[in-house]
Each structure stands twice: as structure tokens, then as C-alpha cells.
């Protein structure tokens, strides 16, 4: 039993892919907490495990404030009248209302304005809706501060019961017999 780590981009998944082809078996030490924000948000396995644009891309049922939906715009790549902002030709964008004040500084976003009551948001905009990852990464600091051993010890029991023979494991099931 090895640990593989490294920063985004270094390869592991390519690495340990390899590994997997000549019979290891792998977890991971977030795979406890992705298999609860399943749970908790209903995140798909592909938004928890798959690419990262997946992962990082915010989650349209989960928008970071209270601001109402409008509907979603009817145009793509083209810039309505008075949309202050740079529109990508192949993004779809949502129409949302709100107050001038929640237009305030202290959002995690800056909309595309259009007036003073509606406003535009590209769809997935982690600054404006909750992503997979940023949810997984708030909620293992989270834990990580009650006991900085909590991933590591829960890897280790699963690896230990994985090495028995008796058990077998799946991303989104954990350990099982």
C-alpha cells in the first residue's frame, strides 16, 4: 500500500492508471467525502471523479446566494443590448433578478449587468454556483480541522480490509463484501 500525490496537472491519474492495469486496486483519501457530497448534493459520479472541468464547474441547482432565477436566456454568443461584458460564442448564459444591493461587492461574482434588476451569468460559473470540488474542499478542511488524520485513517482501514481478499471496492460504494 503506497500513497500517489502531487499537484494538479503532475500526472497522477495517468500514473496510477497504469498501476490499476496490472491488478492494484485504487481509492482515494477524498473518495469517503466525494461519496457524502453525493449524499448531501446529489453530485453524479462524473461530476465527483471524472475530468477536471467536471469537477470544477459550478452546479446550476446550487447558486451561491439568494438571487432569482429569471430564465434562461435565449441567445448564444450573441451580445443582447445592454449587456455590459464579453459574451463566448459557444456558452449559454442565465438570466437572473435581483436588488441593486445583492449586485454588491461582496458576491463572489461579477455579473454581466443588464439594467438595474436583471442580470446575466454564464452556465457553470463556479464563482457563481456551487462546484463539486469547492464543496469537497471546504467540507475535507472541514474535517481535516476536528482530526487532521480523518482521510488518512479511513484510507488505511479501507486499503487494510481491501488487502484481505474479502472484500472489494467501488468509488461510489466504498468497501463492500
Known amino acids: ?20 492495469q496490472r491488478g492494484a486496486e485504487q481509492t482515494g483519501l477524498a473518495d469517503p467525502a466525494k461519496r457524502h457530497m453525493a449524499d448531501v448534493y446529489g453530485f453524479t459520479e462524473e461530476q465527483l471523479f471524472g475530468p477536471s472541468a467536471f469537477r470544477n464547474a459550478g452546479d ?70 456551487l462546484s463539486p470540488r469547492e464543496s469537497l474542499q471546504l467540507y475535507c478542511e472541514l474535517m481535516n480541522n476536528l482530526d487532521i488524520n480523518t482521510w488518512i485513517r479511513k484510507g488505511v482501514e479501507d486499503q487494510l480490509l481491501i488487502a484481505t481478499g474479502e472484500y472489494s471496492y467501488s468509488r461510489m460504494k466504498g468497501v463492500y463484501k
Open 60 to 129: 446550476m441547482r446550487f447558486p451561491k446566494n439568494t438571487l432569482r432565477l429569471v430564465k434562461a436566456s435565449p441567445f448564444r454568443g450573441e451580445i443582447p443590448a445592454g449587456i455590459v461584458g464579453r459574451v463566448e460564442p459557444d456558452a449559454r448564459y442565465w438570466a437572473f433578478a435581483g436588488r441593486s444591493s445583492e449586485l454588491s461587492e461582496g458576491l463572489p461574482y461579477e455579473p454581466l449587468q443588464l439594467g438595474a434588476s436583471k442580470f446575466f451569468v454564464k452556465e457553470g460559473d463556479p464563482k457563481f454556483w
Open 1 to 20: 500500500m503506497f500513497c500517489v500525490s502531487g499537484f494538479s496537472g503532475a500526472g497522477k491519474d495517468e500514473f496510477v492508471r497504469r498501476l490499476v
